[in-house]
Structure formats: C-alpha cells, structure tokens
C-alpha cells in the first residue's frame, strides 16, 4: 500500500503561479512512476505530468512551457511548479503512484482555483 498526501493548492490570479508537493509514505520502495492529473467539473481526469524513477518527464501540451514536475527519492515527494496560471487550470489536482507491480495509488486532491 501507498499513501499519498498533497499540499499547496489554493486561489491565485492569472498569470500567477503555485506549487503543489505530495509526499508518499507506506510501500515507497514499490513506486516506479509519480505524476499529478487533474479534474475540473464536468470534465474527466486527465494527465498533467509525470516522472519516473530516473526523472525522465512528460508533460501534457497545455501545461509545456509552463508547468514543471520534479521529484525527490530521498524525500519520496513529487512536486508541480505551476507558473503562468490560466483560468482553464482551475481543477482538482490528483497526486499518483504507478508500482512496479501495476498497482495505482492517488491522493485525495487539492483544489486550484484561478481567477481574478
């Protein structure tokens, strides 16, 4: 089992910028891919970003350029720098864990509100 915590969401105006983290504890030792997805209402999750083990990176197209995932295995966090914020941003974001194993793991979310 993988338990995954996120933090850092909240309201900022466009053009702003936030940085989510999530920070996994439990079977660490089991996770190969970490990313972050996102729900905004009425819509389905999608992919934002992910990272493997050996930060290799991929990045949904309306996030590139602007968006940044990064990963710490000493820490076993995942982060999301979110920089040049619009409004169509705003979403749940969801933190997930792919395990060797194939098992998925997600957090409980964190929402992001981006408005004036």
């Known amino acids: 089992q993988v338990q995954l915590v996120e933090s850092g969401g909240g309201l900022v105006q466009p053009g702003g910028s936030l940085r989510l983290s999530c920070a996994a504890s439990?079977?660490?030792?089991?996770?190969?891919?970490m990313g972050w997805y996102r729900q905004a209402p009425g819509k389905q999750r999608e992919l934002v970003a992910r990272i493997t083990s050996v930060s290799s990176t991929r990045y949904a197209d309306f996030v590139k350029g602007r968006f940044t995932i990064s990963r710490d295995n000493a820490k076993n966090t995942v982060s999301l720098q979110m920089n040049s914020l619009k409004p169509e941003d705003t979403a749940v974001y969801y933190c997930?864990?792919?395990?060797?194993?194939?098992?998925?793991?997600w957090g409980q979310g964190t929402q992001v509100t981006v408005s004036s």
């Open positions: 439990g079977s660490i030792f089991t996770i190969s891919v």
């Open positions: 997930n864990a792919e395990t060797w194993n194939g098992f998925t793991y």
